[in-house]
């Protein structure tokens, strides 16, 4: 069974700074997909960015971007020049091929204060 | 907005209930799941259908089942409720194989 964890509870960045989330994950799987939820208080699920385990190049959408080192099963977000729009609960999220169920971490709160 | 449609958006009710929770899927999007976040366990996925038949069953409780009808919406039911059942409950579609999941804004479910 695959399992995801995400080390960092709470975390807190000033707006406009640069901050890093974690999260590893254990799997047996080859190829697979990685995942990005936020989660802001009005309790959506939005994806924020996705990474394919057979591509070596890091996922980025605008200010978002991960780090992904299969061999270490290491899956980082940076969020940089950080919004206070960013404040959410963020889920590292892992995906089997072949349309199978997300599996989630437990989720790190990040707050950007002003 | 995601396109998936959950309803309700809140639900209140008592012990030994049951409710019906419902969920249209994107346009075009065969898959459906349904997922539990409570405060203690996280996000856990409760079951998946495609195409009007059940994929895969994850952490669902014998007193909850599910369906998925030719039109692709789905119901979540949820019988002999206990407080331990209070929970948001999402629901998530895609269209195939390897593509994200997208979710609809959750069911907020509260038992007195």
């Known amino acids: 069974a695959q399992t995801v964890t995400q080390s960092q509870p709470e975390m807190s960045v000033q707006e406009a700074e640069t901050v890093t989330l974690s999260c590893t994950y254990d799997?047996?799987?080859?190829?697979?997909?990685l995942f990005w939820y936020k989660q802001p208080p009005s309790r959506q699920m939005i994806l924020v960015i996705r990474?394919?385990?057979?591509?070596?190049q890091n996922a980025t959408e605008n200010r978002f971007s991960v780090n992904f080192q299969k061999a270490a099963k290491s899956f980082s977000l940076k969020i940089s020049d950080s919004q206070l729009g960013d404040t959410a609960m963020y889920f590292c999220?892992?995906?089997?091929?072949?349309?199978?169920?997300?599996?989630f971490g437990k989720g790190t709160r990040l707050s950007v204060i002003a | 907005d995601s396109g998936v449609t959950q309803t309700p958006k809140h639900l209140i009710t008592a012990t030994g209930q049951r409710v019906t929770l419902r969920c249209s899927p994107r346009?075009?999007?065969?898959?459906v799941y349904w997922y539990q976040q409570s405060l203690d366990q996280g996000l856990q996925f409760l079951i998946q259908?495609?195409?009007?038949?059940?994929?895969a069953k994850g952490n669902i409780l014998e007193r909850f089942s599910a369906q998925q009808f030719p039109d692709l919406h789905s119901e979540l039911n949820l019988s002999s409720l206990e407080l331990g059942d209070s929970a948001l409950y999402f629901c998530?579609?895609?269209?195939?194989?390897?593509?994200?999941?997208?979710f609809g804004d959750g069911t907020r479910l509260s038992i007195l």
């Open positions: 998530a579609s895609s269209v195939d194989s390897n593509q994200p999941q997208h």
């Open positions: 799997t047996s799987e080859s190829n697979y997909y």
């Open positions: 990474q394919e385990a057979y591509k070596q």
């Open positions: 999220a892992f995906m089997k091929l072949g349309n199978t169920p997300l599996v």
């Open positions: 346009s075009g999007d065969l898959s």
């Open positions: 259908y495609y195409n009007g038949e059940e994929r």
